[in-house]
């Protein structure tokens, strides 16, 4: 990660879409006349492509290589087992804890499995971290230093969430985002270990072990 200092305007307007095209897809008042899974995975694709054009992010200099795909492995197992006791514990602190769970289990009723595996692995988990950690923390970690970096670019992607009105769902954000956005600030040059970690999480989480 480099010192020097980067303009922060397009990594603002590349967090301003991240929130609008996230508000369409989880508001109460947008996401019913859409398809969250199609919109989700345009989105995705959007803020890569955002990425690459704005200049800080290049998919070539992301390693895929067999530490990468254990520490991939490693980090989904440990972040799903945080969110396994994270849910006994709200669970018990919280009554509307598992309502609101179910709420967001229920994005999956009516999908393809496969279909969504196939999105999360291939799209939806890889475009999150190229987006969220290898630009925007990248950028602000170059603009601001590594710790502001990781702690703006943690509350911005919990906040994007923020208009499903779910507290399980913003808190699941912040625990995520934490977790990936640590994983980056310690290990810069392993962005494609959280990618994998990501992808296999999300399909962990959402169909293969459900919690």
């Known amino acids: 990660m480099g010192e020097e ?27 019913p006349h859409v398809n969250f899974w199609g919109m989700m995975t345009c989105s995705a694709l959007a803020l890569t492509l955002f990425s690459m054009w704005a200049g800080s992010f290049r998919l070539g200099g992301v ?55 196939a999105l999360m692995l291939l799209v939806i988990g890889p475009a999150e971290e190229i987006f969220w950690r290898g630009y925007i923390q990248e950028s602000f970690s170059r603009r601001w230093g590594a710790n502001a970096g990781l702690v703006v670019t943690t509350l911005i992607y919990a906040l994007v969430h923020i208009s499903k009105f779910n507290f399980m769902l913003l808190m699941a954000a912040l625990v995520a985002g934490a977790f990936w956005g640590l994983a980056y600030r310690l290990f810069p040059d392993r962005l494609g270990a959280i990618i994998i970690s990501h992808a296999l999480w999300d ?3 959402f169909i293969w072990f459900p919690i």
């Open 5 to 31: 200092k980067v303009s922060l305007s397009r990594p603002v307007a590349g967090v301003c879409i991240a929130a609008v095209l996230w508000t369409v897809m989880f508001s109460p008042w947008t996401a």
């Open 63 to 117: 390693k895929f290589g067999p530490v990468d795909i254990v520490a991939g492995i490693v980090l989904a197992a440990v972040l799903w087992g945080v969110f396994w006791v994270g849910d006994r514990l709200s669970s018990m602190m919280f009554g509307f804890a598992r309502g609101q769970v179910d709420m967001i289990y229920g994005m999956r009723d009516g999908e393809n499995p496969w279909v969504l595996t």
């Open 203 to 205: 399909c962990a989480v």
